[in-house]
């Protein structure tokens, strides 16, 4: 994934079936997802009182 431009508190990968891939803790910069196999996955970032869902697709 690309920079990101504000620190993140936690973030979740989901798998398109729902399933929790994987949790990170506090990310100030870069979300690393070489690990996870190819597919379509859902990021969910957490700051503060707010939360953003990216849809995240892995070749």
Do not use: C, H, W
């Not at 398109?16 to 990021?43: C, H, P, R």
């Amino acid at each position: 994934m690309g920079n990101l431009s504000v620190p993140i508190d936690i973030a979740y990968l989901f798998a398109i079936d729902g399933t929790l891939v994987k949790s990170y803790g506090t990310i100030d910069n870069q979300i690393d997802i070489s690990e996870v196999q190819a597919g379509i996955y859902f990021l969910v970032l957490e700051q503060d009182d707010a939360s953003t869902v990216k849809r995240i697709v892995k070749q």
